[in-house]
């Protein structure tokens, strides 16, 4: 069992930024693939990025060049810089953790826990 908790979402103007952080239980979170998921009102979770246990990084066509995800293995956080923020970004956002690495990093099905969310309202 892993359990995750994020923090950072906020009301922000459209253009504005904000940093979201999850912090996950464990020992041996060096090992574990992080990924960042969004839910809309009325839509499905979404993948917005993921940073492999490798470091590798990956991201949605929709924020790829405003939102950069990194992590701390010595904090066992992961952090989603989101700049340049429009109004569609509005969401609940998701940490995840992957544990067996075999899943897809860009599929809900490749993660094994979740946190509660944060929720993420940009104003136009």
């Known amino acids: 069992q892993v359990h995750l908790v994020e923090s950072g979402g906020e009301l922000v103007q459209a253009g504005g930024s904000l940093r979201l952080s999850c912090v996950a239980s464990g020992r041996t979170f060096s090992n574990y693939d992080m990924g960042w998921f969004r839910q809309a009102p009325g839509k499905g979770r979404q993948f917005v990025a993921a940073v492999k246990r490798s470091g590798d990084v990956y991201y949605a066509g929709s924020v790829k060049g405003r939102f950069t995800i990194s992590r701390d293995n010595a904090l066992n956080t992961v952090v989603l810089q989101m700049n340049s923020l429009k109004p569609e970004d509005t969401a609940v956002y998701y940490c995840?953790?992957?544990?067996?690495?075999?899943?897809?990093?860009?599929?809900?099905?490749?993660?094994?826990?979740w946190g509660q969310g944060t929720q993420v309202t940009v104003s136009s």
């Open positions: 995840a953790v992957g544990i067996s690495g075999t899943g897809s990093y860009a599929l809900e099905s490749g993660y094994d826990f």
